[in-house]
């Protein structure tokens, strides 16, 4: 697939212990990948795979015809951003300061701006001469996930990117999403919440045990959404 991100047999490791085996699926440009399953089965470090966070890499992962190597500053300038689970904002910087620092020219020449990201989060606007280590968690969510689009990537990772937020910042969430995808942003989504995957997913993977084994596409899900929900629930 042209423009694809292809993972090939992907298999990651924390010292001796082997987390992944053997994942491989692709991601279109403009298109959402879910990854979804119960927690410790993989999908947080599929994403920490492919920026060359995890101690060992078996397989590979490909961004447009070339292998993701080196360390993830590199990956990073390749045309990956990763929004992680754990709100990592730079807490002594302003929230304007926070944006300006991430953007970044689009190789597509269709930038996101810092008007745009502002239209989607307008919470920011209200904050933007605050310290972000001072915003509530929610804020700070909404900071990283506008700091991944102002970086204007190839392909964005979002980690669990509505947990623990308010249905008013995960509606923010969503529209960030579907502007991304709008923009020829491809998304890998690690996501519990299973409507909000439903709502802008077009794949869907199901891991289990560091292993892909279910896929999907949107018309199958639609048709049987109890299946896929079942295969989420813990008996």
Known sequence: MSGALVYDNLCAFYGSSQILHGVSFEVGQGT??????????????????TMG??????????LNGEELRGPTYRRSQMGITLVPEDRKVFPNLTVDENLRVAKRKAARGQDFTIAEALEIFPRLGERMSQKAGTLSGGEQQMLVVARAMLANPHYMMLDEPTEGLAPSYVDAIKQSIDAARNRGIGIVLVEQSLPLALAVGDRFYVMENGQIVQSFVRDEVLAAPDRLANMLTVE
């Open 53 to 62: 966070l995890v101690d060992r890499l078996e397989g590979k992962v490909v």
């Open 32 to 49: 959402v990948a879910c990854l979804l399953g119960l927690n410790g089965m993989g999908k947080t470090t599929t994403l920490r795979a």
